[in-house]
């Protein structure tokens, strides 16, 4: 099911219909409360934009194509790879791959020296030099890289924030006594933010906090509209605005 578009024209009796489905969908699975689902359902029965089509549906997820489901889930549970080099020993001075004098060390305690002392003929030795596999195999070993796998971490959900119901009073957001939504947190100011409906919309207006006000990642300096799905955060306080049951 695709999502519906954000246009100003006058929806459509199909995308009414994939609305109503998306919204049949939440009921099914308890996202929505059946007063919020008969609600909404006039809601988009009644809309006279493909906006405010889809502001009824913003905060409910939509089906993807079973494809991509299956990709996304598949990429998902596999792990990420993180390759760290290891310390890396005297190139070969030799072309040859399998001639013993190009794994001995250039000077006199080098690192092949140290590494592996008895797999390596020393210098002026009156037995000469005498290949040696195993080290031949070790050493290239101590040349490749190390891999390790690394699963992936779950990002975690913002918490919900519902939006005041049409008519009710203004919500003062801080961490004075006199704020509606009080926050214990020292980046939020005492007189941070207020939220309230207006018309046919929600507004959100910073009161010259320090930290600021941010809507979708944006500071905010003038009073701007906010609607169920965007991002906010007060000071340090991020959150998710939903619909109000």
């Known amino acids: 099911?695709?999502?519906?578009p954000v246009e100003g024209t006058r929806p459509s009796d199909a995308e009414r219909d994939r609305?109503?489905?998306?919204?049949?969908?939440?009921?099914?699975?308890?996202?929505?409360s059946h007063d919020t689902f008969i609600r909404r359902m006039n809601f988009v029965l009644r809309a006279q934009s493909r906006g405010e089509l889809a502001d009824a549906i913003r905060d409910l997820p939509r089906a993807e194509p079973r494809r991509r489901a299956w990709t996304r889930a598949f990429r998902a549970r596999l792990p990420r790879l993180t390759v760290q080099r290891s310390a890396t020993l005297n190139a070969p001075t030799s072309a040859h791959p399998h001639d013993p004098a190009a794994y001995r060390p250039a000077?006199?305690?080098?690192a092949a020296a140290t590494a592996h002392p008895e797999r390596v003929a020393p210098r002026g030795s009156s037995r000469g030099?005498?290949?040696?596999?195993v080290g031949v195999v070790a050493s290239w070993l101590?040349?490749?890289?190390?891999?390790s796998l690394v699963r992936p971490v779950a990002a975690v959900p913002l918490p919900g924030l519902a939006l005041p119901a049409p008519g009710s009073p203004t919500v003062r957001i801080g961490r004075g006594a006199g704020a509606t939504l009080r926050m214990a947190d020292e980046s939020v100011s005492r007189y941070h933010a207020e939220?309230?409906?207006?018309?046919?919309?929600?507004?959100?207006?910073?009161?010259g906090s320090m930290n600021g006000t941010t809507v979708n990642d944006l500071r905010i300096t003038t009073t701007v509209r906010v609607r169920p799905g965007d991002r906010v955060s007060f000071g340090a306080v991020a959150y998710m605005l939903t619909w109000t049951d």
């Not at 000077?107 to 080098?110: K, N």
Request: no cysteine; hydrophobic share 45%; aromatic share 4%.
């Open 142 to 147: 101590d040349r490749l890289p190390q891999v």
């Open 107 to 110: 000077a006199h305690g080098g």
């Open 129 to 133: 030099a005498r290949f040696d596999p």
């Open 195 to 207: 939220l309230r409906h207006i018309d046919e919309g929600w507004m959100l207006r910073d009161l």
């Open 19 to 32: 609305a109503l489905a998306v919204l049949r969908d939440g009921a099914g699975t308890g996202r929505l």
């Open 1 to 4: 099911m695709t999502s519906v």
